[in-house]
C-alpha cells in the first residue's frame, strides 16, 4: 500500500473522530469494547479510568492506529498507513506504542498477557479483538523535543505470553531494542 495522500488521511481522521465519540460514549455506558465504525475498530486502551489515555485501532483494511485521548480536548491520532508492521509469530506480540505503558498487537492464538516488573509485581494485560494494552511503569513520558530523541534505557520488564490451554507460549523482555 503507498502512502496515504491527504484526502485519504483527512478520511481517516474523521473515521476515527467518530469512532473515538462512539468508544467514549459507549465507555460512559460500560460497553465499549465492541465499537466499530466504517471498517474501523476499538482495541485495546490504557487509562480507562480516566478522561486521558490511549486506545489502539485497525480498519478492515490494515491501517492501524493510536488514538491519544486528552480530558478536553480533541482526540489526537497516529495513523499508519500501512499498518504497524508487526510481527507476532515469533513472540505472540508487538508492541506499537509505549510510554506510557505498552499497547499493541497479539498473534491469534494469545489467550493472555502479563507483565512482570523487576519485584515480581505481575499486570494483566487488557487483550480486545487483536490488540493489547498494559498500564505498566515505563518511565516518564517525553515531554520536549530534547526528551524525545533522549537516550531511553526501558525498565526491564517481563512479558509472559499464554495461548491455547493456558500453556506458556513466549517469556522474555517486553521490550527489546
Not at 517481563?158 to 493456558?166: A, H, I, K, L, P
Request: proline share 5%.
Amino acid at each position: 500500500m503507498a502512502p496515504a495522500s491527504d484526502e485519504q488521511t483527512a478520511q481517516w481522521i474523521a473515521e476515527l473522530t467518530a469512532l473515538s465519540e462512539l468508544y467514549r460514549s459507549a465507555e460512559i455506558a460500560g460497553s465499549a469494547e465492541q465499537v466499530s465504525h466504517e471498517g474501523w475498530h476499538a482495541g485495546a486502551r490504557i487509562g480507562t479510568s480516566t478522561g486521558d489515555g490511549r486506545m489502539v485501532a485497525y480498519k478492515d483494511s490494515g491501517v492501524e492506529a493510536e488514538c491519544v485521548f486528552r480530558e478536553g480536548e480533541r482526540t489526537l491520532f497516529n495513523i499508519m498507513s500501512t499498518g504497524y508492521g508487526s510481527d507476532t509469530a515469533e513472540r505472540g506480540f508487538a508492541v506499537w506504542s509505549a510510554r506510557p505503558g505498552a499497547l499493541g498487537a497479539i498473534d491469534p492464538g494469545v489467550t493472555r498477557l502479563e507483565v512482570a516488573d523487576a519485584d515480581g509485581v505481575v499486570v494483566q494485560a487488557a487483550i480486545v479483538a487483536r490488540t493489547f494494552a498494559v498500564d505498566v511503569d515505563l518511565g516518564p513520558v517525553p515531554q520536549t523535543v530534547d526528551e524525545v530523541f533522549a537516550p531511553w534505557e526501558p525498565p526491564e520488564l517481563t512479558v509472559r505470553v499464554y495461548g491455547e490451554g493456558d500453556a506458556l507460549r513466549y517469556e522474555g523482555p517486553l521490550l527489546t531494542r
